[in-house]
Every structure is written in C-alpha cells, then in structure tokens.
C-alpha cells in the first residue's frame, strides 16, 4: 500500500536489522505499552528477529527508506476461536506521528485481517488516548478494561480490550 509519501509492506528476514532497531525504540520509549521488556528482546539474537518475521504478519511504514512505524497481525488457531485475529506491536515513531502512519498501518492490518478472520481484537493502555482515539476511529469499539494488565517498574497498566467486526455474526 502506498499512502502520499508513505509505503506500507510486510516485512521480512531481511529487515532484520531495522525491526530490531525499532522494536528496542518502541520497547525503550513506551514500556508500559507492551507485553515484552527491552531487556529480554535485546538480549536476542538478529536470527530471532529474522524468524519472527517469516513466521509471522508484520507490516512498516516507510517514508524514503527509513522505518516509521510497525504493526503485527496473527489469527487464532483454536476450532473455536479460528475467526479472530489480533493486531499486536503497533508504534510509530515519533516523529512520524500525526503524519497518518498509525492509520495507514492498521488499514493495512484490517486488509490483510479481512481475508483470514471475522474479528480483530487488540488491547491499548487505558492512558493512551492517541491510540485509544486512532482505533476508535478505524471502527473499534472498546469492550471491556483490564484491571493491572501489565506491570513494568513497579507501576500496574490497565489496558482496554477493543474488537472491530469486519464481518456480521
């Protein structure tokens, strides 16, 4: 997908390098924001990254070469929950923010969301109001709050549960 000066595609082993790059940022400027520490991804090697993304959906935003933003997909492989997907790692730099990265990442998402699954779930920091409003935007709808979610530092993170239909139940 191309968006103005903004290029979306799936990344993949050879982005190795510049995933791991912006996933330690994300990790370092956000912490609350994710179920992962900084200190457990850096310690792993650049094979792990180059297998996460083989393995998996991860899409970034570029603007002339360089990184701005990421954003993860997998679905549910239970015979019961097969039809929901999850949007995971998002973040843009920030920078890029305000640019219409976030946007265009989880558009790219829900494309991609809506020849595999019915649903796409996510969770968000209650106190990320920027992203609580990106997604709100998008068509999700908040459905429920988890009390101390994450704990980093110390400190307990409730986060909101958001589900957007991409197809009628």
Known sequence: MQSRDITIRR????????YRAIRLEALEREPQAFGSTLEREAGHPIEWFSDRLERGHVMGAFD??????????????GPKDRHKG???????RPDARG???????????LDLAGGLVEQVQLTVVTSNAAARRLYSRLGFEEWGVEPRALKHAGAYFDEVWMVKFLQAG
């Open 86 to 92: 999850v949007l995971v790692g998002m973040y843009v």
């Open 64 to 77: 002339g070469g360089g990184l701005l933003g990421t954003a993860g997909f997998f679905s549910l492989d």
């Open 11 to 18: 990344l993949r082993a050879a982005d190795a390098e510049v």
């Open 99 to 109: 640019r219409g990265v976030g946007t265009a990442l989880v558009q790219e998402i």
